[in-house]
């Protein structure tokens, strides 16, 4: 009993520390609580902060996520250079216009969802004041408002409901099979890595621990596979040219109202125009719009050029001076920044660099020359797509073949200024402008090849219009010749190596020296020289006279032509070499070829005492306007010669030949080429062919032939005798040289005997 108080206190105690550890229980919740809310105050505070700012401070930049704006830079289209005859006409220039060109978002039909609804909000945006639209009634609304811009579009430009429906379907089904495509390629890339997955992770081929965890890695950090996005091609957030060089006030009617033409921008361009069609076409050339995949090849290959010199668009030369001289007639395109609208509308527009015009070409050619030339060549070589193969099959005679092409050339001695280059067949520049697939597939069809240019690119054997080049080696090698050498006919045989007037006749030139051997084409004479000089002092002096080298004329493309050498018989030689080939070659024949530019460049260095000159077809670069006094600057390109030191000697017995061809009596030229108002000097050629084809008939040669002013080549690919075809044209050629004031007369020539 006397312990009972003692555990009454016991108890009190107790109960008095419970009810404390119940208060410090509470006291920790209290605190907790109050933490966790002051935790959430903070966080709560610190986004309305957030919010706030971004709301006061950076609406750009949350805005531009809502209603994606298109930064872009476009190039602003230049002025190319013109290029004009040396008479004043004008041969290629560009036209500028304008185009007017619609985004496709509203061209599209069934229009895209995404994009209708789009204008759905905006109908209903602007009914926000008045009675609200429903989605449906705005879409309507939205789809009335395309209608009227259709409407609109048709009569800016003067089009039938027909005409815009297929140019606005034409538009849809191209970028509908770019986005075909896309898509298309798309799915096989991601089939590819879905297979190669799936290969790479197959449970059967887990072998070890690293492939396992390369498996476990892959599932932890790889995201899940879901549907594939739909593909939007840029072409589709992109304007289409829609209505092409509209007038100025159709232009002024968009730029003033741009609320009736939603989705609509007047562009600039410019279109290259050739107004004298098929004229000089090898010479002009032509320029055409770059691919987007050449510009992308242009820049691997140099990754420094500036991105803006060339886009899409563009044009560049592609033969003719316009290839040539592309970076003298290239205008620098101007450069603009433009904001694009997730709808299509233009919201602005800043320049960054303006563009500069081209410089101008002044040609050497002279026009009406020019357009004699081409006339003459028409009437033998037909200007009509021809598909009859060129090679005579059969039983057919040589003489049942037409002529497949030639060229006439004339060029001043002194300055190598071209004023006459001639090709045919040749082509259409309006036609290949244009882009016609037709027109294309019927230049590619003629068995001719209009698009080659006989001046540089075509090679053939030039017959005896390169015995000059024989006999200039004979009398740099041996001095001119005094004694005569008698012809038989023959060289040893006469079955061989015979001159064309023992295969007529059965007869030979008799006693001649090397005036008349040149004048009468001896072909015996020639192969006697060719043996005692051998293969190196013809190939030697072929090369000093510009063979078998591009002349360096400033037209695209150039051969080189070949001259043959014993060197071509060595293990990696083209040609097997005879001793006859020697002897083939002093007369143009052999594995000799040349173009009609090196026939042209060796006859005017006999013209002008030695002056192997290059040609060219360019004579001025204007820089500013030609027709503005006191604003144009000229560039006149340099003359460039090489002196081939030949005894002027030398110059004098092969000139007396070349005039004689035609004055003389039994000269070859006398009976086609004479002309009895001016004196005409030059050398007949009919280089042989084989395989029962005509030759290829030549005449090369200069005028005045005393005081010699312009050198002049014409040549027929399979036109038969070069006296017969050829020398007809040159005559023309010269008296319409005459006619145009480009050449005095002087005294009238007399023919021998007269």
Request: charged share 25%.
């Amino acid at each position: 009993m006397r312990n009972q108080p003692h555990s009454q206190w016991q108890v009190i105690d107790a109960a008095a520390e419970r009810r404390e550890d119940a208060w410090s229980l509470d006291k920790q919740v209290e605190l907790r609580t109050w933490l966790l809310g002051g935790l959430a105050v903070v966080v709560v505070v610190v986004i309305a902060v957030r919010l706030g700012d971004l709301k006061v401070n950076h609406p750009p930049d949350y805005l531009a996520n809502a209603h994606p704006v298109t930064t872009r830079t476009e190039p602003i289209p230049a002025v190319d250079g013109r290029i004009y005859s040396s008479d004043g006409q004008l041969l290629a220039y560009d036209h500028q216009h304008f185009n007017v060109a619609v985004h496709y978002r509203w061209l599209e039909e069934p229009p895209n969802p995404l994009w209708l609804k789009e204008q759905a909000r905006k109908q209903q945006r602007k009914r926000v004041d008045s009675d609200p639209l429903s989605l449906d009634e705005a879409k309507e609304l939205a789809l009335k408002s395309r209608d009227a811009l259709w409407q609109r579009l048709r009569k800016t430009g003067s089009l039938t409901a027909e005409e815009f429906e297929t140019r606005r379907a034409e538009i849809q089904e191209r970028i509908e099979r770019i986005a075909e495509a896309v898509d298309r390629r798309q799915q096989e890339r991601l089939a590819e890595e879905e297979q190669e997955h799936q290969q790479r992770f197959e449970l059967r081929s887990l072998r070890s621990w690293s492939q396992i965890w390369e498996l476990v890695k892959s599932e932890l950090t790889e995201p899940p596979a879901r549907d594939r996005d739909p593909i939007v091609i840029k072409e589709e957030l992109d304007f289409h040219t829609l209505i092409e060089d509209v007038p100025t006030a159709v232009v002024a009617e968009i730029e003033a109202h741009p609320t009736d033409f939603p989705g609509v921008r007047v562009s600039p361009s410019t279109t290259r125009i050739y107004p004298r069609g098929s004229l000089a076409s090898h010479v002009i050339g032509l320029r055409s719009n770059v691919r987007e995949d050449q510009i992308r090849e242009r820049k691997a290959e140099l990754p420094d050029i500036d991105p803006l010199a060339y886009s899409a668009g563009d044009r560049q030369g592609r033969f003719g001076v316009e290839r040539s001289y592309n970076s003298t007639l290239r205008g620098l395109p101007g450069a603009q920044e433009t904001r694009i609208g997730r709808q299509g509308d233009v919201l602005e527009v800043k320049p960054l660099r303006t563009g500069r015009s081209g410089n101008h070409l002044i040609l050497s050619l002279h026009s009406q020359l020019q357009s004699l030339a081409e006339s003459l060549l028409d009437e033998v070589v037909s200007p009509e797509p021809s598909l009859i193969p060129p090679l005579p099959k059969g039983d057919e005679k040589p003489e049942d073949m037409e002529p497949q092409g030639g060229c006439i050339l004339v060029m001043n001695v002194f300055s190598g200024e071209i004023v006459a280059a001639a090709s045919a067949p040749r082509p259409d520049l309006v036609q290949l402008a244009e882009g016609s697939a037709d027109y294309w597939k019927q230049m590619n069809d003629d068995r001719r090849g209009p698009l080659l240019s006989r001046i540089t690119q075509v090679l053939l054997a030039p017959g005896s219009t390169f015995k000059p080049v024989t006999a200039i080696a004979l009398c740099e090698s041996e001095g001119v010749p005094r004694t005569l050498f008698n012809c038989r006919g023959f060289l040893d045989t006469p079955k061989s190596h015979r001159c064309a007037i023992f295969q007529s006749a059965g007869v030979g030139h008799g006693d001649i020296g090397l005036i008349e051997a040149i004048s009468s084409s001896c072909n015996v004479y020639f192969f006697d020289a060719a043996r005692r000089l051998g293969p190196a002092t013809l190939e030697s002096w072929s090369h000093r006279l510009g063979f078998g080298r591009a002349t360096g004329v400033d037209l695209p493309f150039e051969q080189s032509g070949h001259v043959p050498t014993p060197k071509d018989n060595g293990p990696n030689g083209k040609y097997e070499w005879y001793s006859g080939d020697t002897l083939g070659l002093a007369i143009g024949q052999s594995y000799l070829t040349v173009t009609p530019m090196q026939m042209l460049a060796m006859t005017a260095a006999v013209a002008n005492g030695g002056e192997l000159i290059v040609p060219r077809v360019v004579s001025r670069i204007v820089v500013g306007e030609p027709e503005a006094d006191g604003v144009a600057e000229d560039i006149v390109p340099p003359v460039k010669t090489r002196n081939l030191n030949i005894d002027p000697e030398t110059l004098g017995v092969i000139r007396a030949g070349l005039e004689q061809t035609v004055s003389g009596a039994n000269g070859t030229g006398h009976r086609t080429v004479y002309s009895s108002r001016v004196a005409i000097a030059g050398k007949t050629g009919s280089a042989q062919t084989g395989l029962n084809r005509p030759p290829h008939a030549w005449f090369a040669g200069y005028a005045p032939a005393d005081q010699p002013r312009y050198a002049f080549v014409v040549m027929i690919e399979y036109g038969g005798g070069g006296g017969e075809t050829a020398g007809p044209l040159a005559r023309k050629m010269v008296e319409g040289l005459l006619d145009l004031g480009l050449l005095d007369s002087g005294n009238a020539p007399l023919a021998s005997g007269e």
